[in-house]
């Protein structure tokens, strides 16, 4: 069965330094990727999503992540974050476009003004 | 456009009573999965409709059911609450076989008492 492994369950970063969320998944085929975040108060979003192509995907608002799959890894990064990015960051998983998504148990990132 | 909303926001059960949670798919979409996420975790799979059916569902027992109705809402039933069922419920909408776009309401927050 398919599981996400999220490393950080809470970071805590100052204003303009840099971000990098470790995830990690457990299945061998074709994935599907995706990190969504959920701002305090909002519903979850989707930040950027891996299908094919490019494993350096662009995201909203600066974030990046890359996909290496001889790590089976998919990490969300940003050079320099913003108090407002303070939110909770979830790693998913799916095989295809009509199949479930499975999340990671996310990271809550708290960043100090 | 009325994105995915979801009632009630809040409810208080106790053991043994049944719940129906209820969900409005964002315009346009078919397909309404559910999540519960509990706390310090991430969302997990209940199950998903389409076509007033049942397509695809998560490791959970049958207390847990579901219907889609002709304009694509849908209800989540549980029976039988267990304490174990305190979490909020997500729903999350799409077209069918495009959960690269999955919209998600702001949930049910579920209190069992």
């Known amino acids: 069965a398919q599981s996400v492994s999220q490393h950080n369950h809470h970071v805590i970063l100052s204003e303009a330094a840099s971000l990098e969320l470790g995830c990690n998944y457990s299945y061998g085929g074709t994935v599907n990727l995706f990190w969504y975040v959920q701002y305090p108060g909002q519903h979850l979003q989707l930040l950027l999503k891996?299908?094919?192509?490019?494993?350096l995907v662009k995201g909203i608002k600066g974030f990046e992540a890359e996909f290496i799959k001889s790590k089976f890894s998919f990490n969300l990064r940003k050079p320099s974050v913003q108090w407002s990015d303070t939110a909770e960051y979830f790693c998913a998983v799916t095989q295809n476009r009509d199949d479930k998504i499975i999340f990671g148990k996310g990271t809550r990132l708290h960043i100090l003004p | 456009d009325a994105g995915v909303t979801q009632s009630p926001t809040h409810l208080i059960k106790t053991r043994g009573q049944q719940v129906t949670l209820r969900c409005s798919p964002k315009?346009?979409?078919?397909?309404v999965s559910w999540y519960q996420q509990a706390l310090g975790q991430g969302p997990q799979f209940i199950f998903q409709?389409?076509?007033?059916?049942?397509?695809q569902r998560g490791n959970f027992p049958d207390r847990f059911s579901g219907h889609q109705f002709p304009n694509y809402s849908s209800e989540l039933n549980v029976n039988a609450l267990l304490l174990g069922d305190s979490a909020l419920y997500l729903c999350?909408?799409?077209?069918?076989?495009?959960?690269?776009?999955?919209?998600f309401g702001s949930g049910t927050q579920l209190s069992v008492l």
């Open positions: 315009s346009g979409h078919d397909t």
């Open positions: 891996y299908f094919s192509g490019d494993p």
């Open positions: 999350a909408s799409s077209l069918w076989q495009g959960n690269e776009k999955l919209f």
């Open positions: 409709y389409y076509e007033e059916e049942e397509r």
